[in-house]
């Protein structure tokens, strides 16, 4: 089993290419008729399809998995309670199920990797639901601290109010580029003569 596309992308940190990379190469042993269950990375295969926010392939994969495996790699089941808590939207439960295990070195660097991204994934969601935010629920949902959130989104722009320790989200503006393209404006017009004559 050649996992060499594998590792490039772990080496070079391009987790959005592990879920691809390991289906092709788990559909590669399987047509070759490999064994390959037992020293299959599923702890990486699992992250890959989490990291790319493909909750149903992560799924279907967990049912895959033999139950020896289960039993015998808690990392395993470790990363399925983060997939669980986003099948479920348990947004506070990801940071918790996160945080509650000792990863190994090999998994460590993608599962810090994906919990930024979905602390950005969580402030997109904030700034779209909200206008106004208690300190503590942004808190909760970017699995920080209160005083943490709290400088995280002041640096977003937002604004806090002391008194009530509430937050006043500030929108992106929605910048909308038109591009004249002069060719385009050449036959447009081309075509309204060709009409009118």
Known sequence: MD??????????KSYDKIADISDNLMLQCAA??????????????????????DINSARFLWKK???????????VVAVWRIGQKLWKRDYV???????EFSWSPEVQPIVASFAELYKKRMFEIL?????????????????MSENDATNYVLQQGWVLDSASQMLTVKK?????EQK??????????????HLEH
Do not use: C, M
């Open 65 to 75: 998995i033999p139950a020896a495996i289960k039993e015998a790699r808690p990392e």
């Open 32 to 53: 070759e008729g490999i064994e390959f269950q037992d020293e299959w990375p599923y702890a990486i295969h699992l992250l890959g399809h989490i990291y790319n926010n």
């Open 127 to 143: 700034l779209s639901a909200y206008s106004t935010i208690s300190t503590k629920d942004s808190a909760h949902f970017l699995g």
């Open 93 to 99: 439960g990801v940071h918790e199920a996160i945080r």
């Open 3 to 12: 996992t060499s596309l594998l590792n490039e992308a772990l080496a070079s």
């Open 172 to 176: 992106h503006a929605v910048i909308t």
């Open 180 to 193: 004249l393209d002069p060719s385009k404006l050449q036959r447009l017009t081309e075509y309204v003569f």
